[in-house]
């Protein structure tokens, strides 16, 4: 574990707001998410390493051939990929687009289909092997700015929950600053620490996701990251349909049972979800409690897409996502 300065003004000086813990490791694994006394940035602090962070990024992480989940939910998930592609394409139509964390290069796939140079980065071999072998090239292993493209290269970059993940987030956003185009897209999207759902359920957030959540950001701190006089915002979307209901259904249920227990019946890959997380999780897993999981979430999903449609309307939403147009340079 590292303690780090804050990542925006460098101060030292931090008030711990609540100690959480990663659902996917012991219990009393605790850690500090702080606010920043100065300018007040929220992140984790202490923090995994850079070797630590690599083992909350395995196999089981993404999934048996990378793919989380099946059937229903595989197919809502590609829907919503393609819907985020053409979401852009009436922005920009056509040119180089990278996708910052791209995971399996479903998004890109569906650029490349409308005729996009596609472009992607990912933390580890483990999470960009499926988009390897779909999109055969152009898939870099590291820190984006490892890979040193060059100035003005990229029409359209994308960020889609990677942000909050980033040991050095500001320092990315200079180089996406340098190697998009002047008029070029930025597109963002961050769990938002300040929604009603943050605020309501601390350590039982779903999207709190610590310690893989370096960063924790809201409409302010991402204000002070990403300038007025470098950035335009065009488009603020404040309803995420895949994101928002469930992170309350979720966090309601992780009050009773913890461990994100929904998320994981979810994903589950075999048949026999019993003996998946026997081996995988639990010790003794009774069939109740997943009956009992499943049938709450069903018997909130209508009040929670009523609180959910409210909180957006009101800047208390979940999940921000925010298209940003790069100003061009005047001499």
């Given amino acids: 574990m590292e303690k780090v300065k804050c990542e925006y003004c460098n101060s030292d000086q931090f008030l711990i707001l609540f100690n959480g813990y990663n659902f996917n490791k012991n219990k ?9 006394l100065r300018c007040g940035l929220t992140y984790t602090n202490p923090r995994p390493d850079k070797n630590e962070i690599l083992e909350y990024y395995n196999q089981d992480y993404y ?29 920009i139509n056509s040119g180089k687009i990278l996708d910052v964390g791209c995971g399996r290069g479903i998004f890109l796939n569906y650029m490349k289909e409308l005729g996009w140079e596609v472009y992607g980065t ?8 499926f988009a390897k072998k779909i999109l055969k090239s152009n898939i870099f292993i590291g820190p984006l700015e490892d890979h040193k493209f ?20 500001l320092k990315t956003l200079q180089e996406i600053y340098r190697i998009l185009k002047p008029n070029g897209l930025l597109v963002i999207s961050v769990p938002n620490i300040n929604s009603w759902q943050a605020q309501i359920f601390k350590t039982k957030w ?15 701190s991402l204000s002070k990251m ?38 994981n019946i979810l994903k589950a890959k075999t048949t026999n979800t019993l003996t998946y997380y026997a081996k995988i999780q639990f010790k003794i897993f009774r069939w109740s409690t997943i009956l009992l999981n499943i049938g709450w979430g069903l018997i909130l999903l209508g009040p929670v897409l009523l609180i959910s449609m409210l909180s957006s309307l009101t800047n208390y939403n979940g999940i921000i996502e925010i298209y940003y147009q790069k100003y061009k340079k005047i001499n």
């Avoid at 990912?122 to 999470?127: N, V």
């Avoid at 709190?208 to 950001?217: A, G, Q, S, T």
């Avoid at 488009?235 to 998320?263: A, D």
């Fill in 63 to 91: 999934g048996i051939n990378n793919v989380k989940f099946k059937g229903l939910i595989e197919k809502f998930i590609h829907l919503k990929r393609k819907i985020r592609a053409l979401r852009i394409i009436k922005i």
């Fill in 150 to 169: 060059p100035d003005n290269f990229f029409d359209v970059i994308t960020l889609f929950h990677v942000l909050e993940h980033l040991p050095h987030p």
């Fill in 122 to 129: 990912e933390i580890t071999d483990i999470a960009a092997k």
């Fill in 28 to 36: 009393n694994y605790k850690i500090n998410v702080v606010s920043c």
């Fill in 226 to 263: 990403l300038p007025k006089e470098k950035w335009h915002i065009l488009k603020i979307k404040r309803f995420s349909f895949e994101f928002e209901p469930f992170g309350w259904v979720q966090s309601i249920l992780n009050i009773f049972f913890n461990s994100n227990l929904l998320y």
């Fill in 206 to 220: 779903f999207h709190l996701d610590i310690p893989r959540h370096f960063f924790h950001f809201d409409y302010k």
